[in-house]
């Protein structure tokens, strides 16, 4: 694992706490903010949790569950995460995993937009619980071509927060349930 996580939350003492991996992988921050705001739910929730860009982390051995989000661009997954989901499969399919993936630049609900292919297939691969899309954000001022040229039409924030925090509610119902 290189250096210490982005964010962590432990508590020293007490009982052992679930210890959950937030990764991700983002090219402009929108995707590792996402993880963020899933992380801060599972530790309201009361468990532990690190969020990570995906690239960093060699093995999630130490972790109970995981949870692995990527940006999608040109309809692909971010390399971080599918690189992610290639090191460290066997350890991904020996316990609970959460996909999502954050793109659309549009208002989306919960079903309508398709998560990439490799997230797909890691689903399949991992025996993920759940594979699903949020919406995503583009800056009016991104740099970088073809960025900019999209930004001229479609930038915003088209994140839900509460949706994100629902879904890691959820997912923190499940691991509570669980152990
Ligand atoms: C060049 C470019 C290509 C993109 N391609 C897609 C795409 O194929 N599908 C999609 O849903 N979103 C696409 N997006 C939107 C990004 O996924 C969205 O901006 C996302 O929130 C970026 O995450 P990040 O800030 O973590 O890098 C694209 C954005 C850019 C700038």
Not at 118 to 142: K, S, T, Y
Not at 147 to 155: N, S, W
Request: hydrophobic share 40%.
């Amino acid at each position: 694992m290189a250096g210490p996580p982005l964010m962590s939350w432990q508590r020293r003492g007490g009982p052992a706490m679930t210890k959950v991996l937030v990764a991700y992988g983002s090219r402009r921050g929108s995707t590792r903010e996402i993880a963020e705001w899933v992380a801060r739910v599972l530790v309201e929730e009361g468990m532990d949790a690190d969020v990570r860009d995906a690239a960093e982390v060699r093995e999630v051995g130490d972790y109970d569950a995981v949870v692995l989000g990527g940006a999608i661009y040109f309809g692909r997954w971010h390399r971080h995460t599918r690189a992610l989901v290639r090191r460290c499969a066997r350890q991904l399919a020996e316990r609970p995993v959460w996909l999502f993936s954050s793109g659309p630049l549009q208002t989306i609900g919960d079903r309508d937009a398709p998560p990439p292919d490799a997230a797909e297939r890691a689903r399949r691969r991992l025996g993920a619980m759940e594979n699903v899309v949020f919406g995503g954000c583009l800056r009016a001022d991104a740099r970088g071509f073809p960025a900019a040229t999209m930004a001229r039409t479609a930038a915003g924030d088209f994140r839900d927060p509460e949706r994100v925090r629902a879904w890691a509610r959820d997912i923190a119902y499940d691991l509570k349930a669980s152990i």
